[in-house]
Nanobody
């Protein structure tokens, strides 16, 4: 079984930065993609960014975060990061880490709260 644990959330002023981490564990951990999603109060969960875990390091971003957020990974630590810069109040949400084996997002973390004050 794969476990994903997020950390790094918190309260930050608009224009500030945060770095989220997602540590993965499990004997059979070998995903195809790792990604970040977020869910604001009263809204549906939405895609933020993803990175290939096998076959290169191709990245994908939601239009709303392009140029401000950067997803990266550390293979030795089985950890994915989300560097968030120029944060806006509309980035306030619970951020979730997810792992995909290819056809769906199969594993989810419990989330970490990010709050951006204006």
């Amino acid at each position: 079984q794969v476990q994903l644990v997020e950390s790094g959330g918190g309260l930050v002023q608009a224009g500030g930065s945060l770095r989220l981490s997602c540590a993965a564990s499990g004997r059979t951990f070998s995903p195809y993609l790792m990604g970040w999603f977020r869910q604001a109060p009263g809204s549906e969960r939405e895609f933020v960014a993803s990175i290939n875990w096998s076959g290169g390091r191709r990245t994908y971003y939601a239009d709303s975060v392009k140029g401000r957020f950067l997803i990266s990974r550390d293979d030795a630590r089985n950890t994915v990061y989300l560097q968030m810069n120029s944060l806006k109040p509309e980035d306030t949400a619970v951020y979730y880490c997810a792992a995909s084996r290819g056809s769906d997002w199969d594993y989810w973390g419990r989330g970490t709260q990010v709050t951006v004050s204006s």
